[in-house]
């Protein structure tokens, strides 16, 4: 609809871009054709019927828009990505460089296995550093990212006590727990129950023990948890559980804190999902895929998906089929995510343990110095110092008219993305900072002085500024309640929007 | 119109003879902010008092609703299929979850009247 596109108005260099449907006008095309030659249609009446409804573009127009898109893209590349839990660091371009070696990132997965050794080898390299990483003995690399490596985790642990004919039924996990524990848990069968915190952000160890009976399966912990604190009664939990029967299952999404210091093995785990996309800095949040390996402890291996990489008479081969019997199978198409091994394996030795472990002591001082930075204004509501992550609650906002999303849209027109806000859901209106060890000291000073600049302006009392927040921004705040209630989930050509108006 | 009684899981209770009328109270759809979507059980379901019965989801946050009173679910309030910001402009009135025919009529003499529920969510 070229007719609406001359309505649009571009500010300075920053373009409105239209859909590409409301670009595209019919006969535009990037190639010319040649015309269909007659055949004999053999569909059986299957032809299509209907016009297939793509849009039509030139090549340069098409160029334009996905470039116009992307560069409205805010990204860990141009700049601080604060978002919890979510361990948006830096991807190093060195491990671009090596997953584009023609020997990784030009193979095939069905390529005879004699012609990938170097590629299985890497595989084989990855997974004895993750080993030695978790003090586990096992690592399954298959899982996509880190819900499905909870998932495949789960589905282990749920063989192991079927084998045993100990089937059970119930999963615990703390308020402090990814949301997404709860979602695999109840996803792989098994019913969902709550834990609650202490009044020190860490896991009520009388309400566990009064949880755990024949009929739990797992305890799932995230370790540090959401609140960005240590468990520090993890081996009192792991005895606990271990005493039932149960498994000691370790969410790893913030591994990022203690890689390097702490083998959560050491600590009594059983079963761990590690995300390379997160702690080992391979592309995420729209970037590339995940990639969601577990670790596993003795008891489980036997019960660990296919594939693997094993020693054979000619070499490394893969073992895609399980002998015994005892594995429960595949959970994803060939053999995981190879480029994203590439890419960890390259940090992991470009870095060494040394460097590892100088990153998570990074990326915990760094969110302490900006606890440091804001705690007389903003308000903490646990005492000590945390881990990777910072956890403020919306305690100082009190009867300010002000709320945490106010807050977040603010920093948008700071120029930042926002934190995570409101999870975990057991502080009131939290907002949860986690800068990583990618950021400088004068990158964290910014941060600090923009956020001091913010929550000044709340408390000195003018909600409405903040109401209004994000005011710069390409978009401004958008109604979240109409998009949850009436959502718009396709684009319809205008004719058919005016006929449905009728 | 009769007196609520409340949970400290803040549902509210009318009873309407041997029928419990429940939703949830103002300030939990104050702290929820706006509800976009609400799950009702299936009439028939029998329900256990503290066991899950409903799902409130705001833009915030999904929540459990828990039973304040055993017994059969008889009615549920469609209406919030289509509006479930009913549920934020008339908590106690219109934006109702369902009706429980009561197994114990004694189970509401447990839960917390009007001025000992604001005192409750005073302390919070």
Redesign the interface.
């Known amino acids: 609809m070229s007719a609406g596109t001359g309505a649009i108005r571009h500010r300075g260099l920053r373009f409105e871009e239209p859909l590409i449907f409301e670009q595209g006008a019919e006969g535009k095309t990037g190639v010319d054709l040649p015309d269909v030659p007659k055949i004999k249609d053999r569909l059986g009446g299957l032809a299509r019927k209907t016009p297939i409804g793509l849009p039509g573009l030139s090549e340069p127009q098409i160029v334009r828009h996905f470039t116009r898109l992307s560069q409205k893209n805010y990204a860990i590349d141009t700049g601080l990505y604060p978002l919890g839990s979510c361990t948006m660091k830096h991807n190093p371009r060195l491990n671009e460089k090596l997953a584009r070696l023609p020997g990784f990132g030009d193979i095939h997965p069905l390529q005879p296995e004699s012609t990938v050794q170097g590629a299985l080898a890497l595989m084989e390299r990855l997974s004895d550093w993750l080993k030695a990483l978790t003090g586990m003995p096992a690592i399954a690399l298959s899982p996509a990212a880190g819900a499905h490596g909870e998932w495949t985790g789960l589905m282990t642990i749920r063989s192991a006590h079927e084998a045993a004919g100990d089937a059970r039924k119930r999963v615990l996990v703390p308020d402090s727990a990814h949301g997404t524990n709860p979602a695999s848990a109840a996803m792989c069968g098994y019913e969902v129950a709550a834990v609650p915190l202490n009044a020190r952000g860490r896991v009520d160890l009388g309400a566990l023990k009064a949880a755990l009976d024949d009929d739990v399966a797992a305890f799932m912990l995230t370790n540090p948890n959401t609140c960005g604190l240590f468990e520090d009664e993890i081996l009192d939990q792991a005895e606990a559980v271990h005493e039932a029967g149960a498994y000691f299952y370790c969410d790893g999404a913030n591994f990022n804190a203690i890689v390097g210091r702490v083998r959560p093995g050491d600590l009594g785990i059983d079963c761990m999902h590690l995300n390379l996309h997160k702690t080992f800095s391979t592309p995420h949040g729209g970037g590339g895929p995940g990639s969601g390996p577990i670790a596993l402890c003795e008891a489980l291996v036997p019960f660990a998906p296919v594939p693997y990489v094993a020693e054979g008479p000619d070499g490394l081969r893969l073992v895609e089929s399980d002998a015994s019997g005892t594995a429960f199978g595949r959970v994803k198409g060939f053999h995981g995510q190879m480029g994203m091994f590439v890419r960890a394996l390259a940090y992991i030795l470009s870095h060494g343990i040394d460097g590892l472990r100088q990153a998570s002591s990074d990326a915990v001082l760094n969110a302490n110095y900006v606890s440091a930075g804001l705690a007389d204004l903003m308000s903490l509501p646990y005492e000590g110092p945390c881990m990777h992550e910072v956890l403020f609650d919306d305690a100082f906002l009190k009867d300010t008219g002000v709320t945490t999303l106010d807050l977040a849209k603010a920093m948008i027109d700071e120029g930042y993305h926002p934190a995570t806000i ?1 999870f975990p ?1 057991v502080v009131h209106g939290a907002l949860l900072l986690e800068p990583t060890e990618t950021e400088s000291k004068e990158s964290l000073d910014h941060l600090i002085a923009t956020l001091r600049r913010i929550v000044e302006r709340a408390l000195a009392g003018k909600p409405d500024e903040f109401h209004a927040a994000p005011v710069d921004a390409p978009r401004r705040r958008f109604d ?2 109409a998009a ?2 009436r959502p718009v989930l396709r684009w319809r050509p205008p004719a058919a929007e005016d006929r449905a108006a009728e | 119109m009769a007196e609520l009684r409340y949970s400290e899981e803040h549902e509210w209770v009318r009873v309407e003879g041997d029928i419990a009328v429940i939703g949830i109270s103002d300030y939990a759809q104050d702290q929820l902010g706006d509800v976009v979507f609400v799950e009702l059980p299936e009439p028939g379901r029998a329900v256990a008092k503290g066991e899950e019965a409903a799902v409130v989801e705001s833009v915030k946050a999904a929540s459990e609703v828990y039973a304040p009173v055993s017994g059969e679910v008889v009615e549920v309030n469609e209406p919030l299929a289509d509006d479930p910001g009913l549920v934020n402009r008339e908590p106690t009135a219109g934006g109702w979850f369902m009706k429980v025919r009561m197994a114990d009529p004694g189970e509401v003499e447990a839960l917390l009247d009007e001025a000992a529920y604001d005192s409750f969510v005073s302390g919070l």
């Open positions: 409101y859901l979240e309640t949850a209630r």
